[in-house]
């Protein structure tokens, strides 16, 4: 399945809307569908804009998911799973989803950057989340107000996942002591050395706390 942000050839794009690439030229000509073009002058075609061609105000269901590391992936399965099952009670066929595997304090994953570019174009018509910290450990009130603002429904299931929100921001939280444990170590001066002792002593002394 193709997502809304997805970027197709015209070949793709004329399978995608059922209609002959002639089709698809005369609607760029006459302006009802949108080309972008790479920089060797291809055209390439937003999924989201062939949807929209006889529907110019369609919004779409978006569920999110996110998990922090990879070795969490069958709870990110089971997260998507709890949100798909509750738009197909309801009816909600034409459903995108956007997960990612990452930290929550991460302002620039992939799925959350594309959420964020659907929101700014105004075409969901509601976002399905599990958890509000499954967006951003700290700013999701930021995607909230982006999706009142567009008049976007946000369902919030609060479903209980296996990690609980406090076990996670310590991971995240050691995340981050690490990746700046590298930068520092690089450099290797005297005062980084002793700022990185010193970060792993708060380190030590948070999974102290988790046993």
């Keep these: 399945m193709h997502r809304l942000e997805d970027l197709v050839q015209i070949g793709e794009a004329a399978k995608i809307r059922g209609v002959s690439i002639d089709t698809l030229r005369r609607w760029e000509k006459n302006g009802k569908l949108k080309v972008e073009k790479t920089e060797g002058g291809h055209r390439r075609y937003r999924v989201a804009d062939l949807l929209k061609v006889d529907n110019p105000s369609l919004r779409h269901t978006v569920i999110y998911g996110r998990v922090s590391t990879p070795d969490k992936k069958e709870d990110l399965a089971r997260q998507i799973g709890v949100l798909e099952l509750y738009c197909k009670e309801r009816g909600w ?28 174009r105004n075409e969901i018509e509601r976002l399905i989340i599990s958890d509000k910290d499954r967006l951003l450990r700290f700013g999701a009130e930021l995607i909230f107000a982006l999706c009142e603002n567009n008049g976007t429904e946000v369902i919030i299931l609060n479903r209980p996942i296996d990690q609980s929100p406090e076990q996670e921001l310590v991971e995240d939280v050691l995340a981050v002591i690490t990746v700046m444990s590298a930068r520092l170590y690089g450099k290797r001066s005297r005062r980084n050395l002793k700022a990185m002792q010193a970060m792993h002593e708060c380190a030590e002394k948070i999974i102290d706390s988790k046993d």
Excluded: E, H
């Design 93 to 120: 066929d034409a459903v995108y989803t956007l997960k990612d595997i990452g930290s929550g304090l991460n302002y620039k994953k992939r799925g959350l950057l594309n959420l964020i570019n659907l929101l700014q």
